[in-house]
């Protein structure tokens, strides 16, 4: 396993309804270098929350990496690559971006100190009290 992660999208453009719906997609559009960084180090079977931006401002779900990074079928530049996400399960409650922020224990998490990166590593400590927060174990 490479990793755990944070994935970040605008419910309007693509919610975690959206990926239950579909079953699969393409994880694209990643420009920022960093967030390319951590995209590229994303492995087949990595769990992955998906949090929603905007007006919702909460992690909403949990999805798997389908494969390995690839380069961006759409892209013609060579530096851009993509993953393919697939669905696990909607958390039983939301978890805010508010109440994360109001814990210390999260003081050094990548959605609170990076919040711009739409791509982020989460340590396994971190992990398990999101799922907790999230009403799963």
């Not at 919702?56 to 996400?85: F, H, N, Q």
Request: net charge positive.
């Amino acid at each position: 396993m490479g990793g755990r992660w944070i994935v970040k999208s605008e419910p309007s453009t693509y919610a975690f309804a959206d990926l239950v719906r579909d079953g699969r997609t393409v994880w694209d559009g990643i420009r920022n270098a960093q967030a390319l960084i951590h995209l590229r180090s994303m492995r087949k079977g990595d769990p992955v929350l998906f949090y929603h931006t905007g007006g919702e401002k909460a992690i909403v779900g949990i999805a798997r990496v389908a494969t390995d990074p690839y380069p961006d079928p759409k892209g013609s530049d060579a530096r851009l690559c993509v993953v393919d996400l697939v669905p696990d399960k909607p958390l039983k409650r939301p978890v805010s971006l508010t109440a994360i922020k109001a814990d210390p224990s999260f003081a050094t998490l990548g959605l609170v100190r990076h919040s711009r990166l739409s791509v982020i590593p989460v340590p396994a400590e971190q992990w398990k009290k999101l799922l907790e927060a999230g009403g799963l174990r």
